[in-house]
């Protein structure tokens, strides 16, 4: 079904008045806002495509590796123990929507979002491809739904992998592609899962992805203010709409116009509905900023179209503020919100660099190993732990372990040198060794010093127990006695 919205009571755009899915089938209006869509839109389905099949320092330029929780951008790798980092990337990113948003409106949704630059070119066009333009007679053939179903499932297939590939990486996507399904289950399932809703979403769920299920659609009435860049209709000059009758006697193709006397002068909107059946969403633009418009400016080369034909001047519907195009005011550019997020987006970013540039060669951590917090040997306390170097330069390191507050012989830490390799994280067992005499309570703090003879060094304190002073009288009599009957 196709047109304007008709029910008698005011319903979702996407379904009838009885609540049954009101399909969706927009004619395509060519002009200047779709050829542009058209090069940015195909333009980042390469670059998707292409990306993590690219490497910078040996890595993709993006993985969000959720298994080893390592997640690289451009060269610059993150961990989760890079909290604070990590928290400001998202901030950031988040805060840059907001402050898009504020000022071009959901220019997102319209040119970039993968929702909308897929679906509109992408599968609608096969859509059109297999069964013919809206507007026009379907295409014959009982072969034209099967096949356009295939095609829908090959390329949501290649989508499916290429959006794995951001997760696992193309070296490992490879392996599993031409192994056996059986050898790697749960990524064959991962994929086929992907695909399904990959499916589900371009071929049968499409705008309402947009209108009810997108976060950020809902969000948008609180980001945008009367100035922000929007998609909007100009009732100033359209209203009151209405078909003007054509001058008696006018040679085909004039678009002179005449009024009829007794009625009201109309506006230049001919209520010819091209920017209703065009629309991706369903809705009238007329009827003001609605949730619904995904910016995608359909309407304004329909709309403009029009205004060619019947000799008027284009624009009816346009790019504008509210502000500039209903309420008639200059548009104010200089306003809280475009004052406060650039500035909080400044120092986000400042913090983002700062704590970049002075973290750590390496992230070192010595935890704690299941069972017995301490253990006697010989008369000496035993603290079984685990050392936990992340190597994060481009070159593999050799790390050594010192105790640079203790008196030699006081603790000893058994174990040598060990190398960790590139962006790669190494644990190791090891045994803290103390005698039962150097601790005055139930504990003691120990410095361990990591360093990799090349000016790195990280001090990580470790708090060895022990046990309480009067059980550690019990464990030297206990031990005199056991000496005493050898
Ligand atoms: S109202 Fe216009 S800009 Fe908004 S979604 Fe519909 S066609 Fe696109
Ligand atoms: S396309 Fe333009 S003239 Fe036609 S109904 Fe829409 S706003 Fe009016």
């Known amino acids: 079904m196709t047109g304007a919205p008709e029910p008698e009571v005011q319903v979702l755009s996407t379904l009838n008045a009885d609540g049954s899915r009101r399909w969706l089938k927009p004619k395509v209006s060519p002009g200047r806002f779709l050829n542009g869509r058209k090069v940015v839109g195909y333009a980042l389905i390469a670059f998707f495509c292409v990306l993590p099949h690219l490497r910078i320092n040996g890595k993709p330029p993006i993985l969000l590796d959720l298994l080893r929780r390592e997640f690289t951008f451009w060269g610059m790798t993150l961990y989760p123990t890079d909290t604070l980092l990590l928290a400001l990337l998202m901030l950031f990113v988040l805060l840059s929507i907001i402050f898009l948003t504020a000022m071009f409106g959901r220019v997102w949704c319209g040119w970039a979002c993968p929702q909308t630059v897929y679906l509109e070119l992408v599968y609608r066009p096969i859509e059109r491809f297999f069964l013919g333009a809206p507007g026009r007679k379907p295409k014959e053939g009982g072969w034209r739904q099967p096949a356009k179903f295939l095609t829908y499932l090959v390329i949501s297939f290649l989508l499916a992998n290429t959006f794995i590939a951001y997760f696992v990486g193309t070296d490992n996507l490879w392996r599993w592609m031409l192994g056996s399904p059986l050898t790697h289950p749960v990524p064959f399932l991962v994929m086929a899962v992907t695909t399904f809703f990959m499916m589900f979403d371009f071929a049968f769920f499409r705008e309402q992805m947009c209108i009810v299920t997108c976060p950020y659609g809902r969000f948008q009435s609180v980001m945008l203010d009367r100035n922000s860049l929007i998609i909007t209709y100009d009732p100033n000059r359209g209203e009151p709409r209405g078909k003007k009758r054509r001058k008696k006697n006018a040679p085909a193709g004039d678009v002179a116009l005449k009024v009829i006397p007794d009625e009201p002068e109309l506006g230049d909107c001919i209520d010819c509905k091209m920017c209703v059946t065009t629309c991706p969403t369903g809705i009238d633009i007329r009827d003001g900023l609605q949730l619904e418009c995904v910016n995608c400016a359909q309407c304004i080369d329909a709309c403009d179209s029009v205004m060619d034909k019947i000799g008027k001047p284009r624009g009816l519907i346009r790019y504008g503020s509210q502000a500039s195009v209903i309420d008639k005011v200059k548009g104010n550019l200089l306003r809280p919100r475009t004052v406060i997020y650039p500035a909080l987006l400044a120092a986000l970013f400042g913090g983002f660099v700062f704590i970049l540039l002075t973290r750590s060669e390496a992230y070192v951590s010595i935890i704690r190993q299941r069972g017995a917090p301490f253990a006697l040997v010989d008369g000496d306390v035993v603290n079984a ?102």
């Open 385 to 486: 732990v685990t050392l936990k170097v992340q190597n994060r330069t481009p070159v593999d390191v050799e790390y050594t372990f010192t105790l640079p507050d203790v008196e030699a012989g006081e603790v000893e830490i058994p174990g040598e040198a060990f190398v960790v390799g590139s962006r790669e994280t190494v644990s190791r067992p090891v045994r803290l060794v103390a005698p039962l005499g150097s601790f005055k309570t139930g504990a003691r703090d120990i410095v361990v010093r990591v360093s990799d003879g090349q000016g790195f060094e990280s001090d990580v304190t470790y708090r060895m127990m022990a046990p309480a002073p009067g059980r550690q009288r019990n464990s030297q009599e206990n031990n005199t006695k056991e000496q005493g009957d050898d």
